[in-house]
């Protein structure tokens, strides 16, 4: 869900090449995958998978095979 950072869900960090801003993953327990387009640029190796970010259907994929991280209890 976009805009919910400080929500106690799970997430998909997004990361361009050129971005300036503090990345998440190494410290946010909650950051599931990150998606790239330039998995070179991370400031370290994620211990979660990193997709890339324009091959869509295999992000799509990685989604559908790991809905159950998202699900939430009502």
């Known amino acids: 869900v976009e805009g919910f950072?400080?929500?106690?869900?799970?997430?998909?960090e997004l990361r361009r090449a050129g971005d300036g801003r503090p990345a998440r993953y190494p410290d946010d327990p909650r950051v599931l995958a990150?998606?790239?387009?330039?998995?070179?640029?991370?400031?370290?190796?994620p211990i979660c998978p990193v997709l890339d970010l324009n091959d869509v259907p295999a992000v799509?994929?990685?989604?559908?095979?790991?809905?159950?991280?998202?699900?939430?209890?009502?």
Not at 63 to 74: K, R, W
């Open 34 to 45: 990150v998606a790239t387009d330039a998995p070179s640029a991370l400031v370290s190796p």
């Open 5 to 12: 950072k400080h929500d106690d869900i799970g997430r998909i």
């Open 60 to 74: 799509a994929r990685w989604l559908i095979d790991n809905s159950m991280l998202f699900e939430n209890p009502p």
